[in-house]
């Protein structure tokens, strides 16, 4: 050891004067400078979510991992700057942005992301203003202004997400928790030969004790949205949706658990798939339970209740039916990820609150008839069940989870396997289920 410092001392004196203060002060600059970047990597930042439209964001500090070419913000927080909204958009205690180096041995420099622990939470209000709805500028935007390279992995850990309405009373507070999800080759950095060459597949908890999955294969390189996704919310406890129920729906159940599936396909400005909901074990009106409410309350409850007992499966005590959906993207730029999520949310509420939507007069029914007896759509209709019709995902191999115990006491794992959440998706009701 002491030979190896008197030969470091030997060579050190060797060199001239300008050289040793040449050195000396390049190896204060580097110090200098890794002790402040963590500083000046906190203000751009904090800059760059400063200019987002409707919102501000800060975050709290800057950890550099030079070894990785990575560094982490610690404390995100984004809130709506029009409007009262008392809760934040997003609050997450990490975000990390690296390099995704196993990228580099195809050729390929990009990044990945990892959110840890996030919070979102999507506000509805009686005025845009008081409304929570997202910003209008996609993550992907943001995400590349707050790292040098193309973000090419995108995961989420233990997430936690809401949907709340505090002009409600009771407020409205539904969730999905515990919620871990990965969208992978978003640059397509490995050239994949594949119409769908990203895919993303997430899966969680929700209220009332239920389960969500949801597999997804996209291509975020076209103009407009192209993707196919299938989604499933199992053996949710309805009774935990009360306050949304009686908010939106203007009654309330006694029990029962609820199900949807679906599957959605969209290209070319076009989409189409199918909503399937189940209902099992439902009671709506209780008669014991009602008595505190006025009687249009009891009126209202009382024919859904009864709607509900005409349409149920009594012998396997479930009421189910397929809602087929369609139609097309009126704007060119649509954003992919708010596309997705909009179907997502379109297609829970629309399952578990139905109503009549686009009405249509009888010259409107005329002009249709008359179109379709044109083109000869008229003579042979389609009986099919849509789910039968609609492009199905490959397999996604995932961890199985402990299997979900029908009432005939036959097993099946709804969230586990994508093969098992298509043949309950794609299962056509029978004449009984209707």
């Known amino acids: 050891m002491k030979q190896v410092a008197h030969r470091v001392r030997t060579r050190w004196q060797k060199l001239s004067r300008v050289t040793q203060i040449v050195v000396l002060s390049l190896v204060v600059l580097l110090v200098a400078v890794r002790l402040a970047l963590p500083f000046i990597v906190k203000n751009y930042v904090n800059r760059q979510l400063a200019r987002m439209p409707d919102y501000k964001g800060a975050i709290s500090e800057v950890d550099i991992h030079l070894w990785r070419g990575a560094y982490t913000i ?103 928790h515990h919620v871990y999800g990965a969208a992978t080759n978003l640059s397509n950095t490995r050239t994949v030969v594949d119409q769908l060459p990203a895919g993303l597949h997430a899966h969680g908890k929700t209220i009332g004790d239920g389960e969500f999955d949801v597999h997804l294969r996209m291509n975020p390189m076209t103009e407009q949205p192209t993707f196919k996704l299938a989604a499933a919310v199992t053996n949710m406890n309805l009774v935990a949706l009360n306050d949304f129920l009686r908010a939106y729906g203007k009654f309330d159940v006694e029990r029962g658990n609820f199900s949807v599936y679906s599957e959605v396909t969209a290209a070319e400005g076009h989409y189409e798939g199918y909503i399937k909901p189940l209902f099992e074990h439902l009671d709506v009106f209780e008669w014991e339970k009602e008595r505190g409410k006025n ?140």
């Open 74 to 176: 610690r404390n995100l927080r984004l809130d709506k700057t029009s409007g009262a909204v008392p809760v934040p958009f997003i609050s997450t205690p990490a975000v990390d942005l690296s390099v995704q180096w196993k990228e580099l041995f195809h050729g390929s420099v990009v990044g990945e992301v990892t959110v840890e622990r996030p919070q979102i939470n999507f506000v509805a209000g009686p005025t845009e203003e008081q409304s929570q709805k997202g910003m209008k500028k996609g993550w992907d935007k943001i995400l590349e202004n707050l790292f040098p390279f193309k973000i090419n992995k995108f995961q989420v850990d233990d997430g936690d997400i809401r949907f709340r309405d505090f002009s409600k009373k009771p407020n409205v507070d539904i969730f999905a």
């Open 295 to 434: 009687i249009l309350e009891k009126f209202w409850e009382a024919i859904v209740a009864g709607v509900a007992q005409v349409f149920k499966n009594h012998s396997k005590d479930r009421l189910a039916t397929v809602i087929p959906i369609k139609g097309n993207f009126e704007k060119t730029d649509v954003d992919i990820w708010a596309t997705i999520g909009g179907v997502l949310k379109n297609a829970f509420i629309r399952a578990l609150l139905p109503k009549f939507d686009n009405p249509l007069s009888v010259d409107q029914v005329k002009q249709k008839a008359e179109k379709d007896k044109a083109s000869g759509k008229d003579k042979k209709p389609d009986q099919s069940d849509p789910a039968d019709r609609m492009p199905h995902l490959p397999p996604i191999e995932k961890k199985t989870k402990p299997p979900t115990r029908e009432p005939n006491g036959e097993s099946t794992s709804i969230s586990g396997s994508n093969d098992a959440l298509r043949a309950q998706a794609t299962k056509a009701p029978t004449q009984s289920d209707r």
